[in-house]
C-alpha cells in the first residue's frame, strides 16, 4: 500500500537523491540527506553510521557503472515525522530488497535506518 502523502513524496524524493550519481560523489550532498543519528544494515552484512557510509561511498564513485535502477516503490507514512519506504534496486545485476526509514527533522526529511538485503534475479 502506498499513501502518497507530501511526507512519502519526500521520502521518496529524498531516497531518488541518494542514488544519483552526483549526490553520492559530494559528501555534502550525500550526506545533507542523512539524518545525524542514521544507521544502516547493508547488503554487504555491515553496520553502517553517518560518518562511515559518507566516507566509503564518496570516496570511490564509480563512473564506469550504469545507474542504479528502482522497482517497487511503495511508502507508507507511520506518523507525522516518520515514512517507511520499500523498494529493489538493481546495480550492475547485483539486485537488492531495500527498506528505509526516513524522520522529519528542523532542515527537512533525512535517512534515518537503512537496510539492504540480497536477493538472486528470477529466471
Do not use: C, K, Y
Request: proline letters at 7%; glycine letters at 8%.
Amino acid at each position: 500500500m502506498t499513501d502518497r502523502t507530501p511526507a512519502v513524496e519526500a521520502a521518496i524524493e529524498g531516497e531518488l537523491r541518494l542514488l544519483d550519481p552526483e549526490v553520492r560523489a559530494s559528501p555534502e550532498l550525500f550526506g545533507a540527506l542523512l539524518h545525524p543519528e542514521f544507521t544502516e544494515f547493508g547488503a554487504s552484512g555491515t553496520r553502517w553510521d553517518r560518518a562511515s557510509i559518507v566516507r566509503v561511498l564518496t570516496a570511490h564513485p564509480d563512473p564506469g557503472s550504469r545507474p542504479t535502477t528502482t522497482s517497487q516503490m511503495r511508502g507508507v507514512q507511520l506518523s507525522d515525522d516518520t515514512v517507511h519506504l520499500t523498494f529493489d534496486t538493481d546495480s550492475n545485476g547485483r539486485r537488492v530488497h531495500r527498506s528505509s526509514l526516513w524522520r522529519r527533522t528542523e532542515d527537512g526529511w533525512r535517512l534515518w535506518f537503512h537496510q539492504g538485503t540480497p536477493f538472486p534475479a528470477e529466471s
